[in-house]
């Protein structure tokens, strides 16, 4: 597809996967980009996948339905019987493995370039990182905006909850 060529928007009910498999630092700027996926497909489902050791950043968030654990060493492993689950994946990273697997598992896969013009080759939209610095908000924003999405509100979401609010308080007294 052309890089002029108009974004349809996406569906109000689709079906979205997002991977991100990453430190907390990542996985935190991913928040408002979640945030505008939901807002775009308020009937959809809403999915993340996230580093075990990281899903607790954004566990309680309102606006994502679903949360799943994986790393990248289990992805190769995942997916094989489930073609077609979702209609969107965004896979951040350039980890080739999670490209892969989303391949398997969605109809329309976004990500940044990768390596390897074969796996470009078989993106719905491969988007070329910027060649300059970005707020990392910023450049997460543009896998959305590869579907049509513009991420409005670049503030970083966190739930915290009743037993964090308790240590906190302790702490502090």
């Known amino acids: 597809m052309p890089e002029s060529a108009p974004i349809a928007p996406i569906e109000s ?3 979205i996967l997002v991977i991100n498999v990453a430190r907390i630092g990542d996985t935190l700027m991913l928040t408002p980009i979640l945030r505008a996926l939901k807002q775009a497909a308020p009937h959809g489902e809403l999915a993340c996948i996230a580093h075990p050791s990281r899903a607790a950043v954004l566990q309680h ?11 990248k060493l ?48 078989q993106l719905f939209r491969p988007v070329v990182r910027p060649h300059t610095a970005l707020h990392g908000v910023a450049e ?13 509100d670049p503030c970083l979401v966190y739930t915290v909850t009743t037993g964090e609010q308790g240590v906190a308080h302790a702490w502090r007294v």
Not at 61 to 71: H, K, N
Not at 76 to 102: K, Q, T
Not at 143 to 151: D, F, H, K, N, R
Request: charged share 20%; proline share 5%.
């Open 13 to 15: 009910d689709a079906r």
């Open 61 to 71: 968030l309102p606006f994502l339905d679903r949360l799943m654990p994986m790393t």
């Open 74 to 121: 289990s992805a190769p492993f995942r997916g094989w019987f489930v073609r077609g689950r979702w209609d969107y994946a965004l896979v951040y990273g350039n980890d080739g493995a999670l490209v892969r697997y989303a391949l398997r598992i969605a109809h329309r896969v976004v990500a940044f370039q990768q390596a390897l013009p074969a796996l470009n080759a």
């Open 140 to 152: 997460r924003a543009l896998l959305a905006q590869a579907l049509g999405v513009e991420v409005a």
